[in-house]
């Protein structure tokens, strides 16, 4: 039977309806007129984030550029001279002052160029201007050594990009530089904190701001995150302070790249487009006077009495037709409410757990964006707590899982954590990525030593893992350490994750801590250039044996220190054995081994010992390429040709007169035709395989005597000493005189 409201409440009734049919109706009016100036004023704003996105493209080329430049500096000898030698004399430093001169020519946008080595405090300045950077950039790099030097690999490259205060130390010189200048700094800072050499290369800001805010009829402006205008078109300056200081606080920390909101600009509303830029954490803004597909616009009020008006007409309507009838019965109203809340319990459930594994994850990660107190930790459940939380990483070992599901493994490690740890700890697992798991304990009660306790429940939770399962199962786990509240989550999660990448010099299956690498792995790796000569002299005489016994050598030097300082060293490694690969075989054929390779190593192999079967692999394709490439020339009727050429290119090498056109006369060809037979047989041109057989004279001499360099390059044939530099630089990548350093006994 259905119910009717009392007469008393009849008025009840239809004022209820006629206020919800009213915000209802006006809401969606409202909404469909926002939607549509939304709408319009996107299109604007896309219009305008691509105008940004150019100045963006433009900017990052300019800073790509510099680069370029800063590149160039370091391979100069006269540039390595001033960082690495004792000291510079006048004629050095003239010298150097001179080739300043001509590099800032090379772009129009650089001003100066400042070198400085803070241990001998030597400085050279290069500019149109007498400017003294000096105690500048000592005390930059005095504040960057106490903030990241004790965190960083020894000697870490470091770019830092800012606007500053570059003043005229002569009274006598023209033009205050003040806010003109773009300092763009490269700078060293080693492992103990000690700062080092450094390298600054100022921009023009003015010529700057032309060339990427050429656009005269809007305000264009660079901010950085203090709201100083580092570049700006004419327009641009006149923004005031307060805003731009506003602006570079709300937007540094902005995770979005670009966005547009209104501002009071000195008493007139403005429509203000904001675009982060690539590669430092500058923001391009552009000011612009048109609001008129803006929602917020002031004329949205012509708008607001028509809608009132419609929304007040078809609220009566409603309110007439239904508020004489009640809808349903109480009781059925009452059971749909139970079934809907029934049903609403059940889903909040999975969405809280969902939302709690989310919030984990942006702690670990640090991207909150916002603080974090212990309300918020609590709010979700977590059963661990954050002071004296215990941070690790289990990290799936791949090819010893290969039969594992990223399903199955979640599943196997939150199942034996429940079976391990439950009774002492309160425990939360995470996960992190496809095949790592942040797992997060707490004591239950806090007596004797926590960390020692916590490392000794791993080991057992670590075994419980491995024999568990009725498959084969490895797994490593990283120790991140003990964080003392929210804030240090993230630090450790890092630090255990730092820890996880020994396991590639560690191997397989372990509980790494950093006391346990501290212990096992060592600093400091030298160069082994003499056994990494060794192989590719084994490469070169197609040796597989011996090159395999020779890796084994290196495997045991670095299976005794760290991963970073092991990378670096094997990178050189690969390097050079795929370069002796791709160019050299018994008759100097070329071997095409893909350097895709070069790529996956550190990507697919995960441990030392995955190497050792990489390099057997690669050596035996090697071997096959050449047999296959051999048979094949070996039935070619300029393969003798070939045979003869180079015999005479080894036995007259030392002749300043060989060349392409010598030996076309020698053998009865021109030289076209007798370069084009050669590049087809060996894949090298004939004038390449020539220098190629003279630079590696030059380094057997190198190594095996003491003669000196103009005589070295004077007996392996090369017209003049600085033809004889460049090219064994380019060659092997090292200056002669760094290349014999390495084989003299220290």
Not at 63 to 69: G, K, Y
Request: glycine letters at 6%.
């Amino acid at each position: 039977m259905n119910l009717r409201f009392p007469r008393k409440y009849f008025l009840k009734l239809f004022l209820l309806i006629f206020v919800i049919c009213f915000l209802t109706i006006g809401i969606a009016l409202y909404t469909g007129y926002y939607a549509y100036t939304s709408a319009r004023s996107d299109q604007y704003q896309a219009a305008v984030a691509d105008s940004l996105s150019v100045s963006d493209q433009m900017f990052t080329t300019l800073l790509t550029e510099v680069d370029m430049l800063y590149t160039l500096l370091l391979t100069n000898e006269q540039v390595q001279r001033f960082f690495q030698g004792p000291g510079i004399s006048e004629t050095g430093r003239e010298q150097l002052e001179e080739y300043l001169r001509n590099i800032r020519t090379l772009n129009p946008y650089v001003e100066s160029i400042a070198f400085y080595k803070p241990q001998k405090e030597e400085y050279i300045f290069s500019g149109p201007y007498h400017v003294d950077m000096q105690p500048y950039i000592g005390t930059y790099l005095k504040d960057m050594s106490q903030v990241g030097g004790g965190g960083l690999s020894n000697l870490s490259k470091h770019k830092n990009i800012f606007r500053y205060t570059a003043l005229v130390s002569d009274e006598g010189s023209e033009a205050d530089l003040m806010g003109q200048v773009i300092g763009v700094m490269y700078y060293n800072v080693d492992a103990g904190g000690n700062e080092s050499d450094s390298v600054v290369i100022n921009l023009n800001a003015l010529k700057v701001s032309e060339h990427i805010l050429p656009n005269l009829n809007t305000t264009s402006l660079l901010l950085n995150e203090y709201g100083t205008i580092i570049a700006a078109n004419r327009v641009g300056q006149a923004v005031p302070l307060r805003n731009r200081i506003r602006w570079g606080q709300k937007f540094f920390a902005e995770t979005r790249r670009t966005g547009h909101f209104v501002e009071d600009l000195e008493g007139k509303a403005k429509l203000v487009t904001y675009y982060k830029l690539s590669d430092c954490p500058w923001v391009l803004y552009e000011i612009s006077d048109d609001l008129r597909f803006h929602p917020f616009d002031s004329r949205m009020r012509l708008f607001l009495i028509p809608i009132i008006m419609v929304a007040l007409l078809f609220s009566l309507l409603i309110t007439a037709l239904s508020s004489t009838r009640l809808y349903k019965p109480v009781d059925a109203m009452f059971t749909d409410l139970s079934s809907r809340i029934a049903t609403l319990e059940t889903e909040n459930t999975g969405y809280l757990s969902n939302e709690k594994l989310s919030f984990l994850r942006s702690v670990i990660n640090n991207e909150t964006g916002r603080w974090i107190s212990r309300d918020d930790w609590d709010l979700y459940g977590i059963q661990a707590a954050p002071e004296n939380l215990f941070i690790s990483i289990i990290k799936w070992d791949e090819d010893e899982n290969a039969v594992l599901s990223e399903t199955v493994f979640e599943n196997l490690i939150k199942e034996s954590a429940d079976r391990c740890l439950k009774e002492q700890y309160r425990f939360e697992t995470v996960v992190f990525k496809k095949d790592e798991i942040v797992l997060l304990m707490n004591a239950r009660t806090e007596t004797g030593d926590l960390r020692s306790g916590m490392i000794d429940a791993l080991e057992r939770f670590h075994g419980f893992v491995c024999r568990s399962a009725s498959i084969p199962v490895s797994i490593s786990i990283g120790v991140g350490g003990m964080s003392n509240g929210i804030k240090e989550c993230e630090e450790c999660c890092r630090a255990a994750q730092e820890l996880l990448k020994q396991r590639f010099v560690l191997g397989y299956g372990r509980i790494i801590t950093g006391d346990y690498v501290k212990a096992v792995l060592s600093r400091g790796l030298n160069y082994p250039g003499e056994l990494i000569d060794v192989l590719e002299l084994n490469i070169r005489e197609c040796k597989k044996d011996e090159f395999m016994r020779n890796y084994g050598k290196l495997l045991d030097i670095l299976g005794k220190y760290i991963y970073q300082e092991v990378v670096s060293v094997l990178l050189q490694v690969i390097t050079r054995c795929l370069h002796a690969m791709n160019s050299i075989s018994a008759n100097n054929i070329p071997i095409k081994v893909d350097f895709d390779e070069f790529n996956r190593i550190f990507s697919t192999l995960h441990t030392l010992e995955h190497t050792r079967a990489w390099f057997s692999r690669m050596f035996d394709e090697y071997l096959l390429a050449i047999e296959n490439l051999e048979s094949l020339m070996k039935n070619d009727k300029h393969h003798q040709l070939t045979i003869q050429i180079q015999e005479y290119v080894t036995a007259h090498y030392a002749e300043a007169n060989l060349n392409v056109d010598s030996l076309a006369d020698s053998f009865g060809y021109t030289a076209n035709h007798i370069s084009k037979i050669f590049k087809n047989l060996t894949g090298l041109y004939l004038r390449d395989y020539i220098k190629d057989v003279r630079i590696q004279h030059a380094k057997d001499m190198l190594k095996n005597s003491s003669i000196s360099l103009q005589e070295i390059s004077a007996m392996t044939g090369f017209s003049n000493y600085n033809y004889f530099f460049s090219s064994f630089k380019k060659e092997s990548g090292l200056t002669p005189m760094t290349y014999r350093s390495r084989f003299i006994a220290p």
